[in-house]
């Protein structure tokens, strides 16, 4: 079986290290601290392999190159946003493929917070890091996208399997709970969840990974195709709705 070591790093990012104990091979998920990651690596007599980025963001891929120089590894990044992304030797686009040992893992288009952002599903894992496209109960902000762009990108995400496990690349969810509640406040899968979100982090502990199924059933921007979110909101289609609620939730 596959191992994520999920660590804090920065001010509120996550660091992943994706890790095969059959080859012994190490994926860095984004190099937002490579001092962090070099350190949990050697902690527990990892080697890294290979780094994946998500986006070309500093707080994801600003450690590639120190990393490299420690490591002699390869790099993987999404081809619109390579040539901002130091090192890379491979560019990827939705549908590729790529491997840590015998685990494919599955590029996915999900530009919107960046034109070429892209995630990566482990299909025999069941498991996705979906950098900062979407969020537990929320999406990233549109800095570079369009709003039909960010829409299909978050529809690739719900086709997933529903017990798939997303990796995101950020603690924001107390935040964001309590801009999906503003946003559904009739939800009742949503109130259990902030419940939980709220207990969780009194102790001080991470609200990522989340299941898929419980984001579309409880995520705002997951739930802008849905009749309540478009009552609410307004919309002709759920692009539109999308649109308003990432405006609304910029301000909030």
């Given at each position: ?20 104990p059959a080859t012994q091979e190490t994926v860095c998920i984004d ?5 962090a990651y070099l350190r949990e690596a050697h902690g527990r007599g ?153 207990h969780l982090r009194q102790r001080g502990l991470p609200t990522v ?44």
């Amino acid at each position: 079986m596959l191992e994520v070591h999920q660590f804090p790093c920065l001010s509120d990012n996550y660091g992943f290290l994706l890790h095969d104990p059959a080859t012994q091979e190490t994926v860095c998920i984004d190099t937002p601290d490579a001092e962090a990651y070099l350190r949990e690596a050697h902690g527990r007599g990892w080697q890294i392999t290979q780094i994946w980025n998500t986006h070309w963001h500093p707080d994801h891929a600003g450690g590639n190159a120190i990393i490299k120089a420690a490591t002699g590894c390869t790099i993987a990044a999404p081809e619109e946003d390579s040539h901002k992304i130091e090192g890379v030797d491979r560019t990827l686009t939705g549908g590729d493929t790529l491997r840590i040992g015998s685990y494919t893992a599955q590029v996915i288009d999900v530009g919107g917070h960046t034109h070429g952002h892209i995630a990566y599903y482990l299909p025999e894992a069941r498991l996705a890091f979906v950098g900062d496209s979407l969020f537990a109960l929320g999406c990233g902000r549109m800095f570079e996208g369009t709003a039909p762009q960010f829409w299909r990108s978050l529809e690739r995400l719900k086709q997933l399997p529903p017990e798939t496990l997303l990796y995101c690349a950020h603690e924001y969810t107390a935040s964001n709970a309590r801009f999906a509640r503003y946003a559904d406040p009739d939800n009742a899968a949503l109130a259990d969840y902030i419940r939980e979100v709220e207990h969780l982090r009194q102790r001080g502990l991470p609200t990522v990974p989340m299941k898929l199924e419980r984001e579309i059933a409880t995520n705002p921007f997951l739930r802008a195709d849905s009749d309540e979110l478009q009552r609410r909101w307004g919309g002709k289609d759920p692009v539109e709705t999308f649109a308003t609620l990432r405006q609304a939730k910029d301000t909030f």
